[in-house]
Every structure is written in C-alpha cells, then in structure tokens.
C-alpha cells in the first residue's frame, strides 16, 4: 500500500515543471538556488516523518475530520475554505499554464480560453468522481506516464549537448544565502506528502507508512535534475530567457530513430496528463474540503454515485478557473504562482504542526 | 450420515439426500446430482430396494459393485467424484454412477483454445454443473437456484466458493437477483443488463464466457458464477478489466511468451482506438509531429483525395465496419465471399480511384485487426465504438484533444465498479495484515 503514498509524492514532485518552479529557481540561480535545493530536502524529509507519523495516530481520516474533532466550528471551516482555495489555485495556475503551453506548441490557431476550456471540463468531470477512483487515476497515469519521462531524461543527461562546465558554474553558488521565493520553490517538489490530509481517508487502519528515507534522496535527484539539466542545454545565462524553460530544454533534443523526432511532443502529451491528474487531484481536494465545512457531511470514499453537491462545488471552480484566465495574464500569473509557493509553505509548516501536537495530545492520558 | 453430509458440504441444490423405507428396511442414500446417472441410480438402487424381491441388504452384499466404505473421511471425496453412498443397518455402501460428459458436450465455438479443453458450456443447466463440478471437485461449491423473468421462468444457478467469496458482492448479486424485473429473460448477455442495472454503459463490468475451466478458475478465486439455462454461456463477477484482456490460453503456455502476449494486446487497443484520430490529427492539424520524410509521404499519399482527412476516416471506417458487420451476420458459406469483394475495395480500388489515401487504407486495417487481438468478444465490441469519439475530439482539437481523451477514458474505466468492486484497478501485492485501501471505509 506504500505505493499509493509514493504516487502522491511522485505526481506532485513532476508537476513542478508546470508550476514554474524550474524558472524561479534559474531566476534564483546566482543567489541562493543552489542553497535552496541542498537545504529543501532536509525540511521536506521532516515534514513528511511529521506528517506521516501524525496521521498514523489518526488512520482513515482526512484533515476536515481531525480539524473538527478539536477545535470550534468556525476555525475549522475558515481553515478549510482557506485550503480549498490554496488547492484551487495550483491547479488553477498549472491549468492556464498549460492552456498557454498548448496554444503555443500544439494548436496556434485556436483560442486558448476554448483549450483552457476543456482542460478544466475534463478534470472537472474527474474531480468530481470518488476519492478511491481519484486514487486509482492517479496510479494509472503515473504509470503509463513514468517510463517517458525516464526516457527523456535519460536522453536528456546522456546528451553530448548538455554542458557540464555551465553546471559546474552555477553550482559554485552554493554558498549563497537562498531568498524565500528560491526556497519556497524548491520545497515544492516535497509537497506531495500534503495530499494525504485527505487521501488519509483511503488508507486502512493497520497501515504502517515505510521507505520514508527513500523520499529525500528521491526528491533530491528530481530537483537536480531540473534545475541543472536546463542550465546545461542553454549556458548559465541563456536559461533566464525561458519561462516555459523545460519545454524549451526538450525541443532541444531529437530522437533520431523512430516516428516521432522532436521529443518536446512526448514531452508535452506526458505532461499534459500530469496536469490534468494533478488538477484532478487538487479539486477534488478542494471539493472534499468544502464539502467537510458542512455539519451534516460524512465523509465516503467511494460513494456508489456522486452527490449533487460535487457537481455544484466543481462548477463553480470551473468558472472561476476560465475567469482567472480570462482576467489574469502570463506575468501575473507567474507573480502569483511565486507568490502561491511561498504562502504554500507556510501554510503545510503550520497545517503539519498542528496535526502534529494534536497526534501527540492525543496520547497523552488526559 | 445425511446430517454429517450435509454438514460436509456447502449448501447446493445438487447435493441430494433421502431416506427411503420400503416397509422392511430403510436405507440413506447421498449423492450429486449433477455428477450422476440419475436413471442408473433408479435402475439400481431404488427400484431394487422398492421392489424388495429380494432383502436389499443381500443385495448389497452380493453384487460387487456396491463397496463397502469403511472410512468416513473419503465420503466427500467420493461424492464429489460421483459416487451414490448408500447406508443400509450402519454400513456404508458407495456405488459408481457417474456420468461424464466427454465427447458429447459441444465444442468451444468463441473462445477457442489451441491446447486446453476444448469442451464448452452446456445449453442444459445440470450438464453445465456436471462440467463445472468435475473441474472444480470441492465441497465448498455452493449451489443456488433462482428464477427470473414472469414469462419466461428462466431458471439460473449461482456458483461460488463459500470460502473465499466476497459476502458483500454475494449479497449484491442477491438482492439484484432477486428485484429483476423483467418478462423474458433468454440471454446470458441480457442478463447483464439487467444485473448491471446501468442502461449507458460503455464497458461490460460482468465477464461473459462459455469455458469451463475459466469458471472454475475464477469461483476459485472467490468470483460468483451465475448460469442461465438455455444459454451456453455463464456470467463471471465481479470482473476487472485486465480479466478481458486475458485469454484463458495464458495460463497454459510459456511464461514470457504469454507476458508479450497480453502487452500486445495492450498495444493493440492503444492502436485500435486512437490511430484513426491520430491520423487527423496528424494531417489536419500537426504534420510536423513525424519526422520530416514521414511527414511529406503521407502528405505525397494524400495528394489525389480532395477532401479534408475526417472525411476519409469516416468511408473508410463505414466500409470496414460494415464489413465485419456483414462478415458475422452471413451464414458461413456466403460470408468469405463478403471479405473478398470487401477486401478487394479497401485494398487497392479505393486508393486507386483517389478516395482515400494509402496510408489511411494501413490506418483501418491495423485498426480492425487489433480489434480482433481481444480475447473476449463483449470487450472487442466495446472497444469497437470507443474510436469515434476520440476521432470527434481529433477534429476540433487536435492532439491535445485526443489526449484529454484518452484521459477521460481513463477517469471512466477508473470511476467503473463492478457490484463494488474497483473495474480497472492494478492489484499488486497486498499485505492482508494492512487490509486493502478504501477499506476504512466498509464497514
């Protein structure tokens, strides 16, 4: 069953190609990214021993639960419409990133609201599903998705024009302080671990949470690959050009035998599943979160048929993903997915605390 | 020993007891119905020991053919392989009756098997027991019998292990069963339906098969069987997907050779469903998806057809649809003539006269033969219809269309439950001790 713990983590940690993370850390590179991404897997290995150890205190519940059980009613539903929105915003955000990706790779001509459009229906559709079959989507796409994107980095780091003297470069700037921006986006990559405060749910009361030490070093070759492969195809200083760096860094690369030859199309028909999965995964979050605000909810993990009220909540945050499109541009949108990351990390560091002290006043005699 | 048999085995409307008396004596006799003669157990044991023209206990002792059992614990055992177990003034008697069916039984006709049994299902529900019983010779076999249909009475059997069935898919089966309202209800497929209760479906969620020794491998693994009579075929449920990708050929033959199998067919509903709308795609809205050379012959392919390439998906998957349709509906002999005449079209004339390009007449042959590669037939339909919407999105999207849906195909396979149990679900290793997740929450 700790597989299931490790799709949570996988998908979340590819997603941060989506979610600019690679840009900010190039944006970052000479003052402090290189700290960063030494530091980040420390605090995320932490984090994940916290959090994990905290909810094995509490098997089969998900964060609406716990957070009800000890504190007043408005707290709780004030932090859960505040979690919801902070998940409806990274989806939202790697969406439209998407949405732009597409119109500019696949179809130039087409209105990207109508691509945006889609996207969002489709995960829509999904979110709305129930959380077991959210689960199972999850495993399916990982692992129809996974060996690709091993392959790509596999050519990727094997190619003769990656550079190993700019990365040699920027990793001399290892000494420099990291900025918060730099950090919060390098902790990004550990954050899949969060999915639990609801996945929780699914997790049988005797289950043991295992190969955590497998998560850093796991984590640590991800962020090192993204952040220093991109320098090694561009220079140290040609990377800061690309906001969609990684797209970019695969349209660099061809393969020479084979149907396709620019592998950017795999790149993105691969990453265009994660988003999707990824959007799927964070609004159902939301939704459930919602849905956990209301007294009279009991939470189900695999409902027989899915409630009205799924519908009416994912309804909403499709609108109001096509709205955030229509009024946000790309640079806003990049200031605030910065601004997400950082507000992120403060949010899980006070979210794991907290579920944290409750685990352990919960063993305490009273 | 009627109490100790009927102890012994699990409950089964087939597993007969009875006590006779003819005045004089009284005798108790067990057997399967289903495993046996029922006119050679009348020929010689009942009429015999009605008729007592001689004290039937005399006639136990003479003729050879009724032996002594001495030891309780091989009753089961002989039941099972269709013996008659008499019990006269505490003595145990067995006598053979049983009745096998080999060479009369009719062959596997969807589901052949190059090496493994041949003999299918039976139209007669006691013949298709007899088969199952004998493959499957264990006491926990349960038995029932039910009814459905106000007209038509059909009466059906569920099959399934006591020990390792899933009470709360029993139950389900039960209680859907038993609230089916229908008038006639003739085919095995029918049944579905009626089971699955869902009218839109895309997928079938219950596994339609004629092979005997699927069904007993699967009431092995815990799965109910129901078997309807006047249909050579049984419903297997709860199914998953990857049951209907897997022939029962897999488990006969070698290791890896079946592992490459069962990833082709994989390959080959990944071709049959999304190669006509790649194929748009590819010429309406991405030609520089290929490499260069690959791009200008298909280009150089399509020079001659005036129309945009939806058009010609569309004639050439109507022709090659309507020929399978054909193929299956003509009787046998005028059907080769079909394949001809319909092979000869798509082959070289179409592309001849500039209807469609060549490239496209490769697109539709490989899609209708990876069609075929599927081993059960419910699913190859199945997978049949699931192009067209694909080629829907290909038109107005492109290739992000096709591959936003692909992913609701997957949402939908992932959102199928069959009577409560996840339909395409990768079941790895599980640790019993953990239990299975989404378990907390059945309670």
């Keep these: 069953m700790n597989r299931y713990f490790f799709y949570l983590f996988l998908f979340v940690a590819l997603m941060n190609i989506m979610i600019f993370v690679p840009h900010i850390l190039n944006d970052n590179r000479f003052d402090g990214s290189v700290a960063a991404i030494l530091i980040s897997p420390i605090f995320g290995s932490i984090m994940i021993y916290m959090f994990t150890n905290a909810l094995s205190r509490f098997p089969g519940q998900g964060l609406p639960e716990i957070f009800s059980q000890y504190f007043p009613r408005w707290f709780t539903t004030a932090y859960m419409i505040f979690y919801a929105m902070m998940y409806w915003f990274s989806s939202t955000v790697v969406a439209m990133a998407f949405a732009v990706l597409i119109n500019r790779f696949f179809n130039p001509d087409a209105n990207v609201l109508i691509i945006m459009s889609i996207i969002v229906l489709a995960s829509g559709y999904a979110a709305t599903r129930s959380t077991l079959t959210v689960m199972l989507l999850i495993e399916i796409i990982i692992i129809l998705n996974v060996p690709i994107i091993l392959f790509i980095i596999f050519k990727m780091v094997t190619s003769p024009q990656l550079n190993l003297d700019s990365i040699h470069v920027v990793a001399n700037y290892v000494w420099h302080w990291p900025s918060l921006a730099s950090l919060a986006a390098a902790t990004f990559i550990f954050t899949g671990y969060i999915n639990l405060s609801l996945f929780n749910r699914l997790f049988p009361p005797n289950f043991r949470f295992k190969f955590l030490w497998m998560y850093p070093i796991l984590g640590l070759i991800i962020l090192l690959v993204t952040f220093f492969v991109p320098i090694g195809f561009h220079g140290s200083q040609g990377t800061a050009q690309y906001i969609y760096l990684w797209t970019i860094t695969a349209d660099s690369l061809m393969m020479q035998y084979g149907f396709i030859e620019r592998v950017m199309f795999l790149f993105l028909i691969v990453f265009l599943n994660l988003s999707l999965v990824y959007t799927t995964a964070a609004w159902h979050q939301a939704m459930e979160f919602l849905k956990g605000c209301m007294p009279s909810m009991k939470p189900e993990t695999d409902s027989p048929k899915a409630p009205i009220s799924n519908y009416v909540i994912l309804g909403i945050f499709t609108m109001a993903s096509i709205l955030y499109m229509v009024m946000v541009n790309e640079n806003m949108n990049l200031a605030i997915t910065t601004a997400w990351l950082i507000i992120r990390m403060f949010t899980e560091v006070a979210t794991v605390a907290t579920v944290f002290i409750l685990s352990r006043r919960r063993l305490m005699p009273r | 020993m009627i109490e100790r048999i009927k102890l012994l085995f699990a409950e089964a409307v087939d597993v007969k007891t009875a006590l006779l008396s003819n005045g004089e004596a009284s005798i108790e006799i067990a057997y399967l119905s289903s495993l046996c003669k029922e006119d050679k157990i009348n020929n010689c044991i009942m009429v015999p020991f009605t008729k007592a023209e001689i004290p039937f206990s005399r006639h136990l002792e003479t003729n050879p053919e009724y032996e002594q059992v001495e030891d309780p614990a091989k009753w089961q055992d002989m039941l099972l392989r269709g013996y008659v177990l008499i019990q006269s003034h505490s003595i145990i008697y067995s006598f053979l009756a049983s009745d096998v069916i080999s060479s009369d039984g009719s062959l596997t006709q969807v589901e052949s098997a190059i090496q493994g049994p041949q003999l299918a299902l039976s139209e007669d529900l006691n013949k298709s027991l007899n088969l199952i019983r004998s493959m499957y010779p264990s006491p926990e076999l349960c038995v029932e019998q039910y009814t459905v249909g106000y007209e038509s009475r059909t009466p059906l059997y569920i099959l399934f292990d006591q020990r390792h069935v899933d009470s709360m898919v029993l139950d389900n089966v039960r209680s859907k069963l038993t609230s089916i309202n229908a008038d006639i209800v003739h085919a095995a497929g029918e049944l ?56 029962i050929e897999d488990n006969y033959e070698a290791f890896w050779m079946t592992r490459f199998l069962i990833f082709l067919r994989f390959a080959s509903i990944v071709l049959t469903i999304t190669l006509p709308a790649l194929y748009i795609a590819v010429v309406s809205y991405n030609p520089e998806l290929f490499r260069v050379q690959l791009a200008f012959s298909i280009a150089a392919s399509r020079s001659a057809v005036p129309y945009p390439s939806f058009i010609e998906v569309f004639i050439m998957l109507f022709m090659i649809e309507t020929l399978i349709e054909a193929s299956i509906r003509l009787p046998r002999y005028i059907g080769s003539t079909a394949t001809t005449v319909g092979g000869l079209i798509l082959g070289q004339a179409a592309q001849q006269a500039g209807l469609v390009s060549s490239i496209m007449i490769i697109v539709t042959s490989v899609v209708a033969i990876s069609n075929f590669v599927i081993p059960i037939n419910s699913m190859s339909f199945a997978i049949r219809f699931l192009k067209y919407p694909l080629i829907g999105a290909a038109i107005f999207f492109g290739l992000s269309g096709i591959a936003v849906g692909v992913f609701l195909y997957i949402v939908y396979l992932c959102n199928l439950r069959s009577f409560g149990k996840p339909y395409f679900r990768l079941h790895g290793k599980l640790n019993p001790a953990e239990g299975d997740i989404g378990g907390a929450d059945i309670k």
């Design chain 2, 192 to 247: 579905e339906k009626l089971l699955v209760g869902k009218r839109l479906h895309l997928f079938p969620t219950v596994l339609i098969t004629e092979r005997p020794d699927r069904i007993s491998r699967s009431i092995g693994k815990g799965k109910v069987v129901v078997l309807i009579k006047g249909s050579m075929f049984a419903l297997i449920l709860p199914a998953t997907f990857f049951e209907f990708m897997h022939a």
